[in-house]
């Protein structure tokens, strides 16, 4: 079992960048398939990114060109670097690991307003 807190939301304005970062406790987080998700109000929960253990990654196509997702092993720690925000991209933003089931984080608000 893997213990996720995700942290780094918050309100920027539209065009502007802002870095989540996902901890994990509790289990080898070398092993685990680790994405992040977001649910806008009145929206289905989407997948915006994945990264597998050995560090491939796959995007979301709204994501593509402007979210990088990142993994350290060391720090047991997963990144999803955001930039060029728009408006659209304001979503509670939840972190994900995934091994023979998957686990959850809390959440992370972010906001992309003017």
């Known amino acids: 079992q893997v213990q996720l807190v995700e942290s780094g939301g918050g309100l920027v304005q539209p065009g502007g960048s802002l870095r989540l970062s996902c901890a994990a406790s509790?289990?080898?987080?070398?092993?685990?398939?680790m994405a992040w998700y977001r649910q806008a109000p009145g929206k289905q929960r989407e997948l915006v990114a994945v990264?597998?253990?050995?560090?491939?990654?796959n995007y979301a196509d709204y994501a593509k060109g402007r979210f990088t997702i990142s993994r350290d092993n060391a720090k047991n720690t997963v990144y999803l670097q955001m930039n060029s925000l728009k408006p659209e991209d304001t979503a509670v933003y939840y972190c994900?690991?995934?091994?023979?089931?998957?686990?959850w984080g809390q959440g992370t608000q972010v906001t992309v307003s003017s």
């Open positions: 994900s690991a995934r091994l023979a089931t998957s686990f």
């Open positions: 509790g289990s080898d987080f070398r092993l685990y398939v």
């Open positions: 990264i597998t253990k050995i560090g491939i990654t």
